[in-house]
């Protein structure tokens, strides 16, 4: 096999590795959050948001 052959194969196989460690980082960070947003009696706010804090962009939901 030449040199220049090894390179090419050497790159694409880093850049196939790549995107399969890409994908699982983007997987992990699924996480499904569940509750009610209340105020300091107890009683649930109509229409809170929560921000999600450490994303970028951040999210809100």
Known sequence: MSYQLKKVLAGA?????GLFIAGGLAMAQT???TGTVTDDYGEPLIG???TVEGV???SVQ
């Open 48 to 50: 809170a948001s929560v």
């Open 56 to 58: 970028t962009p951040p």
């Open 13 to 17: 196989l880093a850049a196939i590795a």
């Open 31 to 33: 996480r499904t959050v």
